[in-house]
């Protein structure tokens, strides 16, 4: 053990605070050095001596695998790392209320060298990607000058900031003709227990691609952690618990279609309007309402308003912006079918030059009209993200709050902005009028800000 393993902080009262950090303690040392003081009350140090000499294997093959201690499992983590996957395979890994991680992003990267997911593997289906793609790569192309047009540089703007704010505008335009099949990268970070819990859902997932990823990570994990119980027969998370292990790998199984895409958002919204459904207690709204009057922008209300009730939202929105929704993952946030059926967001078609316009309603229409394979969840991959889907959320009062306040800003994409201050608009009317709400209401959605959040090598 390293003198730079822990760093100790004592106060005068004789507490102390103790960081332990060393790249060569894995998770399940770490967790194992957690659980020890559940058994002991002796200093971390001392722990973290026994860790070393006896090592964390046994430790967790008789108390989180053999007793189902999950608590132990919570407090080791990882990080698994997902290449060339699907934009559906993506959302699948990210449905998951304590996801965390990175994934690539379409207002940066230019997308038309990426790898395509083709699961028909016919000549059909490669030249319906590949027309989605030519046509993303034209788009790319002329793109920009129609944004210079549209939004002439002021004299106030430095040029470098500007032609930013014009590639991010150009890259949120054209990534609506990009298929769901198109490839992402994104990270997942985890602790051991929700590893366990997810991919027991997504090994069961209706889409072949998210499967075999399951299987995969379950495979790098048990040969990682092999003292952790992560193999592909154990659908319930921890292997060989408890005599009713196979019983609940039966439920997954029964269950599993439900999980993974909601049957009912489908049925049509009238006149293509946005619902908000409040369900609140109003004393307990009341005994907030210090909080909920005085609160400043850019502050978080604390998670006990929760109690107050909830917020279900409905609303039709393009599949590349409730990519952006589906971020926020404190509250419900069923994952859709992209079927085809609500319709393609005009807007992105709207913002393209007049040359490109009618090529593109084309392509829409055929995509709708010649549908590659009746299997409906076969048939996402071909689908633009243009495509409109229900959205169906639930939020508590402080997640619906901080959700609306962030995502009305003038930097957030066009199209879920929208839809945003419309909701918020209906949320102010059915709650109290001393819950306040900090939107950007601004009409003007051109915002230098757009090109300001990459990330940039340093040195």
């Given at each position: 053990?390293?003198?730079?393993?822990?760093?100790?902080?004592?106060?005068?009262?004789?507490?102390?605070?103790?960081?332990?950090?060393?790249e060569?303690?894995?998770?399940?040392?770490?967790?194992?050095?957690?659980?020890?003081?559940?058994?002991?009350?002796?200093?971390?140090?001392?722990?973290l001596?026994?860790?070393?000499a006896?090592g964390s294997?046994?430790f967790?093959?008789?108390?989180?695998?053999?007793?189902?201690?999950?608590?132990?499992?919570?407090c080791?983590s990882?990080?698994l790392f997902?290449?060339?996957?699907s934009?559906?395979?993506?959302?699948?890994?990210?449905d998951?209320?304590?996801?965390?991680?990175?994934e690539?992003?379409?207002?940066?990267?230019?997308?038309?060298?990426?790898?395509?997911?083709?699961?028909i593997g016919?000549?059909?289906s490669?030249?319906?990607?590949?027309?989605?793609?030519?046509?993303?790569?034209?788009?790319?192309a002329?793109?920009p000058d129609?944004?210079r047009?549209?939004?002439?540089?002021r004299?106030?703007?430095?040029?470098?900031?500007?032609?930013?704010?014009?590639?991010?505008r150009?890259?949120?335009?054209?990534?609506?003709?990009?298929?769901?099949?198109i490839?992402?990268q994104?990270s997942?970070h985890?602790?051991l227990h929700?590893?366990?819990?997810h991919?027991?859902?997504?090994?069961?997932?209706p889409?072949?691609?998210?499967?075999?990823l399951a299987?995969?990570a379950?495979?790098?994990?048990?040969?990682?952690?092999p003292s952790?119980?992560?193999?592909?027969?154990?659908?319930?998370?921890?292997?060989?618990?408890?005599?009713?292990q196979s019983?609940?790998?039966?439920?997954?199984d029964?269950v599993?279609d439900?999980?993974?895409?909601?049957?009912?958002?489908?049925?049509?919204?009238m006149?293509?309007?946005?619902?908000?459904?409040?369900?609140?207690s109003?004393?307990?709204?009341?005994?907030?309402?210090?909080?909920?009057?005085?609160?400043?922008?850019?502050?978080v209300?604390p998670?006990?308003?929760?109690?107050a009730?909830?917020?279900?939202?409905?609303?039709?929105?393009d599949?590349?912006?409730f990519?952006?929704?589906?971020?926020?993952?404190?509250?419900?946030?069923?994952?859709?079918?992209?079927e085809?059926?609500?319709?393609f967001?005009?807007?992105?078609?709207?913002?393209?030059?007049?040359s490109?316009?009618?090529?593109?309603?084309?392509?829409?229409?055929?995509?709708?009209?010649?549908?590659?394979?009746r299997n409906?969840i076969?048939?996402?991959y071909?689908?633009?993200?243009?495509?409109?889907?229900?959205?169906d959320?639930t939020y508590?009062l402080?997640?619906?709050?901080?959700?609306?306040e962030?995502?009305?800003q003038?930097h957030?994409?066009p199209?879920?902005?929208?839809r945003?201050l419309?909701v918020?608009s209906?949320v102010?009317?059915?709650l109290?009028?001393?819950v306040r709400?900090?939107?950007?209401?601004?009409?003007?959605?051109?915002?230098l800000?757009?090109?300001?959040?990459?990330?940039?090598?340093?040195?």
């Amino acid at each position: 053990m390293s003198d730079e393993t822990v760093t100790v902080k004592r106060l005068s009262s004789g507490a102390s605070v103790r960081l332990v950090d060393d790249e060569d303690l894995g998770p399940e040392a770490i967790a194992m050095l957690q659980a020890l003081y559940s058994r002991s009350d002796a200093s971390v140090e001392q722990h973290l001596s026994e860790v070393l000499a006896n090592g964390s294997a046994k430790f967790m093959q008789s108390f989180y695998v053999g007793y189902n201690h999950k608590s132990i499992a919570d407090c080791g983590s990882t990080t698994l790392f997902f290449e060339n996957v699907s934009l559906l395979a993506a959302k699948a890994i990210q449905d998951w209320p304590l996801y965390s991680g990175q994934e690539t992003s379409t207002r940066f990267l230019n997308m038309s060298e990426r790898p395509l997911v083709d699961p028909i593997g016919s000549a059909a289906s490669a030249e319906r990607m590949a027309s989605w793609m030519s046509f993303y790569e034209k788009a790319v192309a002329a793109v920009p000058d129609e944004v210079r047009r549209k939004y002439p540089r002021r004299e106030n703007e430095p040029e470098s900031k500007y032609e930013a704010a014009v590639k991010a505008r150009t890259f949120d335009i054209c990534r609506g003709f990009l298929p769901a099949g198109i490839t992402t990268q994104l990270s997942w970070h985890s602790n051991l227990h929700q590893l366990h819990d997810h991919l027991a859902w997504l090994r069961r997932h209706p889409l072949y691609e998210v499967r075999d990823l399951a299987e995969a990570a379950l495979s790098v994990l048990a040969e990682r952690y092999p003292s952790s119980g992560f193999n592909s027969t154990a659908g319930a998370g921890v292997s060989g618990v408890t005599e009713g292990q196979s019983d609940r790998d039966r439920w997954l199984d029964d269950v599993a279609d439900l999980y993974a895409y909601d049957p009912d958002l489908h049925e049509p919204i009238m006149n293509d309007r946005s619902i908000a459904i409040a369900n609140y207690s109003v004393p307990r709204l009341d005994k907030y309402k210090i909080l909920l009057e005085s609160r400043p922008r850019g502050a978080v209300l604390p998670h006990f308003v929760s109690d107050a009730g909830q917020v279900r939202l409905q609303f039709d929105l393009d599949f590349g912006s409730f990519r952006d929704i589906q971020r926020h993952r404190n509250g419900v946030c069923r994952m859709p079918l992209i079927e085809g059926r609500l319709g393609f967001e005009s807007w992105y078609i709207d913002e393209l030059p007049e040359s490109l316009r009618e090529k593109a309603r084309a392509l829409v229409r055929t995509s709708r009209d010649q549908p590659l394979t009746r299997n409906l969840i076969e048939a996402q991959y071909y689908r633009p993200l243009g495509e409109r889907v229900r959205c169906d959320l639930t939020y508590s009062l402080p997640a619906l709050l901080y959700v609306l306040e962030i995502r009305s800003q003038k930097h957030v994409h066009p199209t879920l902005r929208r839809r945003v201050l419309e909701v918020a608009s209906q949320v102010r009317d059915l709650l109290p009028q001393y819950v306040r709400m900090h939107l950007d209401l601004d009409p003007n959605d051109w915002d230098l800000r757009r090109g300001q959040q990459d990330i940039h090598r340093v040195g």
